[in-house]
């Protein structure tokens, strides 16, 4: 018999101001990396940029109107960093402060939660120029500044906080495969930023204990549990490899403040290892998360290498998709990737895909769930979970959604049988609200409840249509 959510659970969505804020050169807001990033030609592969975006910093109160007619009970969004800070460090802009103030305001008003993220991967263009963004030190401290800024304004009215949103993502996109600002390909600088945002995650999450001392923060991290792609021993060593590269590298240092060893060597061993002094790991080890934010998209299926084991030829089919950089590997691929020798990533023959290459797995997510909570011992908050599609407005005004109600469905059963296992999941946060801009996919990948009338190149009236999954949500938020 499966579990009932708790009366308080936090059916939710979530956003990031650069997919949906727009007005990014209003009212004191300071240039960040993707406003620079996604005006240079050729650079993104849609073309288009967050520039207006679906306008929501105008259209905020419309917006959460429309949560409220859904009966949302949370809402996960970001905090523009240089909004609040338009040159990365200096004066705090007030009318930044402003804007999230009215919006949380406004949330309270309709019984929404607010849960803030810190960082969602837009950090100011002139932290970046004046210290190489994440590769240097210094920048640790202007972060805590713009921290301190937001817990002073919004401490008292915002229960929960995520620090950075999918460390693992936004540096892997930004250092290794150049699709995300700073546009770098070198996997030495990758490790090293990762470094300084984890110093940070832990100065933050302690500064946070210090000035909100009741309420609740936590990283979120991009996970995908590591199949093996047969029962062969060497399979199932190649998924344990990736498990440690692809999460443990990160979770570890989140909850247990420490490396985990095997990546460490290897590392040190190609000499792109991280400098980490003991001062870094005492602070690391002081930072302790109050919950783990869990992204949920697909998992990862493994076998033993070619390199490690060369006498085994190709046997499965590999992974790589000349559309989705997500799942690209980059031409040189042994010089880029450290992993190579341990792991290597091949298609689940089991799996169906979304129209973009994502596999679906709905049981994916009770794994990824029991494997968190058993290891970490920390709630969840499932920050975000959902199909991206490429959504029709039909004729008479209706969007038919039915494949995101099935997707979204299926995934919450599992989560179900997880909180039924056991799993303390304080709530469930679905990709995304309204559309938005997909970083790598324009406005045509659509992940919302809510259909935004822009295409690409033309924003039309940016009007907002509940879809067909609005108001199943609606009505599934109501039973619990
Ligand atoms: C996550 C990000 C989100 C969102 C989502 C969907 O990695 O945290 O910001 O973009 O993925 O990704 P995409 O838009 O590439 O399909």
Known sequence: KLKKFPKNFLWGAASAAYQIEGAWNEDGKGPSI???????????????????????????KEDVDLMAKMGLKAYRFSISWSRIIPDGDGEVNQAGIEFYSNLIDELRKNKIEPIITLYHWDIPQASQDKYHGWESREVIEAFKKYCRAVFEAYGSRVRYWVTFNEQNVFTAMGYRWASHPPNVTDIKRMYAANHIVNLAN???????????????????????????????????????????????????????????????????????????????????????????????????????????????????????????????????????????????????????????????????????????????QLPIMVTENGLGAQDKLEANGVINDQYRIDYLQTHIIEMQRALTDGVDILGYCAWSFTDLLSWLNGYKKRYGFVYINRNDDDQKDLARIPKKSFYWYRDFIRKN
Not at 36 to 54: L, R, Y
Not at 204 to 210: E, S, W
Request: aromatic share 14%; net charge negative.
């Open 202 to 376: 832990a100065e933050a999450i302690n500064l946070f204990h210090q000035m909100v001392p009741n309420d609740q923060i936590g990283p979120s991290f991009g996970y995908g549990p590591a199949y093996p792609i047969t029962a062969d021993p060497k399979d199932v060593l190649a998924a344990d490899n990736a498990d440690d590269f692809n999460n443990n590298w990160w979770l570890d240092v989140y909850c247990r403040g420490k490396y985990p060893t095997l990546v460490m060597n290897h590392l040190k061993n190609l000499g792109v290892a991280p400098t980490v002094t003991f001062e870094d790991t005492k602070l690391l080890k002081s930072a302790k998360p109050d919950f783990l934010g869990i992204n949920y998209y697909h998992g990862g299926t493994f076998q033993q290498n070619q390199i490690e084991h060369p006498d085994k030829g190709n046997q499965h089919e590999k992974k790589i998709s000349k559309t989705d950089p997500y799942l690209m590997q980059p031409k040189d691929a042994q010089a880029q990737t450290p992993e190579t020798p341990m792991f290597d990533s091949v298609q689940n023959p089991y799996l169906d895909k979304t129209q973009w290459g994502w596999e679906i797995d709905p049981i994916g997510f009770r794994i990824t769930l029991r494997r968190v909570y058993e290891k970490y």
């Open 34 to 60: 993707w406003d620079t990033f996604s005006k240079i030609p050729g650079k993104t592969f849609h073309g288009t940029n967050g520039d207006v975006a679906v306008d929501h910093y105008h259209r905020y």
